[in-house]
């Protein structure tokens, strides 16, 4: 063998060698420790991702069941129920360990929901309620939004009471969360008509705003062309608010339509502060998202889960946007 050759496999064996051999000390499982395993798959399907309220909902419940060795499974059914049934029909074929519902419809949702429980998934509800009884539902957990409706009634009295004046609801009727908001709000408006010699504030429209902002901007602009006398209107959520805004400073009628809108959402209270919203009943989604988790994880437990789980809303004026963190700089 010629020393050239050699000299080659010389090179060629510490190359080898070389590959072979550890950069530095690996990290392995010790003897006998298995690797973590997930307690389970908990399979969401929200209302619409384009909310960011939902999304902070998601973010929340998803964090509190990791923390508990539960993964979770995100979809969106973008308020199309037919949607939502069929996303309910894949979790089953998964297997999930549980599904939560911000139901698209909180009627027509009583099938899929059925399905589940006939498979043996327990089903949660958040934010919005089915409202059937052709389904079981362990726990749903909401905002109170009944009183979060009557807050925005009072808040109405307190602007339109002394005059009175024309008062336009853009809704979302296939939300039992809104018709509740709705409820309430009008509860409060009844009460005020009925006492003598008050001024009247008359409903003169409830226009269906979708519960987004192009919507509620149709919405509003319809309202006030129907009745260019409107004094203020109520939306049910800050995407509705803000198209209704928009509508409105089109026009250049911002100034004379007061909006209370809904939520409290990050974009909400920056038009509070604004002076464009007069002021909204503010939810709390990473509570919602947060006490869903421990729902979930309490039933699993085998501990008794309530039923319904009220989370009471805030008025969130512009005074209060002034000295929230969140809102400076």
Same mark, same amino acid.
């Given at each position: 063998?010629?020393?050239?050759?050699?000299?080659?496999?010389?090179?060629?064996?510490?190359?080898?060698?070389? &590959?072979?051999?550890?950069?530095?000390?690996?990290?392995?499982?010790?003897?006998?420790?298995?690797?973590?395993?997930?307690?389970?798959?908990?399979?969401? #399907?929200?209302?619409?991702?384009?909310?960011?309220?939902?999304?902070?909902?998601?973010?929340?419940?998803?964090?509190? +069941?990791?923390?508990?060795?539960?993964?979770?499974?995100?979809?969106?059914?973008?308020?199309?129920?037919?949607?939502?049934? $069929?996303?309910?029909?894949?979790?089953?074929?998964?297997?999930?360990?549980?599904?939560?519902?911000?139901? &698209?419809?909180?009627?027509?949702?009583?099938?899929?929901?059925?399905? =589940?429980?006939?498979?043996?998934?327990?089903?949660?509800?958040?934010?919005?309620?089915? $409202?059937?009884?052709?389904?079981?539902?362990?726990?749903?957990? =909401?905002?109170?939004?009944?009183?979060?409706?009557?807050?925005?009634?009072? =808040?109405?009295?307190?602007?339109?009471?002394?005059?009175?004046?024309?008062?336009?609801?853009?809704?979302?009727?296939?939300?039992? #969360?809104?018709?509740?908001?709705?409820?309430?709000?009008?509860?409060?408006? $009844?009460?005020?008509?009925?006492?003598?010699?008050?001024?009247?504030?008359?409903?003169?429209?409830?226009?269906?705003?979708?519960?987004?902002?192009?919507?509620?901007?149709?919405?509003?602009?319809?309202?006030?062309?129907?009745?260019?006398? +409107?004094?203020?209107?109520?939306?049910?959520?800050?995407?509705?608010?803000?198209?209704?805004?928009?509508?409105?400073?089109?026009?250049?009628?911002? $100034?004379?339509?007061?909006?209370?809108?809904?939520?409290?959402?990050?974009?909400?209270?920056?038009?509070?502060?604004?002076?464009?919203?007069?002021?909204?009943?503010?939810?709390?989604?990473?509570?919602?998202?947060?006490?869903?988790?421990?729902?979930?994880?309490?039933?699993? #437990?085998?501990?008794?889960?309530?039923?319904?789980? +009220?989370?009471? #809303?805030?008025?969130?004026?512009?005074?209060?946007?002034?000295?929230?963190?969140?809102?400076?700089?």
């Amino acid at each position: 063998m010629s020393r050239t050759v050699r000299y080659f496999l010389l090179i060629l064996s510490l190359t080898i060698a070389g &590959c072979s051999k550890p950069a530095g000390p690996i990290a392995t499982p010790e003897r006998g420790t298995p690797a973590p395993e997930s307690r389970g798959v908990i399979g969401f #399907s929200v209302l619409t991702l384009t909310n960011p309220f939902f999304k902070e909902i998601a973010d929340h419940m998803q964090a509190a +069941l990791k923390e508990e060795g539960y993964d979770m499974l995100l979809v969106s059914g973008e308020r199309d129920v037919k949607k939502q049934a $069929d996303q309910i029909d894949d979790f089953i074929v998964r297997g999930v360990t549980a599904i939560v519902l911000n139901p &698209c419809d909180s009627l027509s949702i009583g099938p899929a929901i059925k399905r =589940a429980n006939q498979a043996g998934i327990p089903v949660f509800t958040n934010d919005i309620r089915y $409202d059937g009884g052709d389904a079981d539902v362990v726990c749903h957990v =909401a905002t109170d939004n009944y009183q979060g409706g009557k807050l925005a009634g009072e =808040a109405m009295v307190t602007e339109l009471g002394a005059a009175g004046g024309k008062v336009a609801i853009l809704h979302f009727p296939q939300a039992e #969360s809104c018709q509740q908001r709705v409820k309430g709000f009008r509860e409060i408006i $009844d009460v005020h008509n009925a006492k003598p010699g008050t001024d009247q504030i008359e409903i003169v429209a409830v226009l269906d705003g979708g519960g987004v902002r192009d919507e509620g901007f149709a919405a509003a602009k319809d309202a006030f062309e129907a009745n260019p006398d +409107l004094a203020a209107i109520f939306a049910i959520n800050d995407p509705s608010a803000l198209g209704a805004y928009a509508a409105l400073d089109g026009v250049g009628k911002a $100034d004379q339509v007061t909006i209370i809108g809904f939520d409290g959402q990050p974009s909400g209270k920056e038009a509070i502060r604004d002076g464009k919203i007069l002021c909204d009943p503010v939810q709390f989604p990473d509570r919602i998202g947060r006490v869903t988790a421990e729902m979930i994880i309490k039933h699993f #437990s085998g501990d008794k889960v309530e039923a319904v789980i +009220l989370i009471p #809303s805030e008025l969130y004026y512009q005074v209060d946007a002034q000295q929230d963190p969140a809102q400076k700089g």
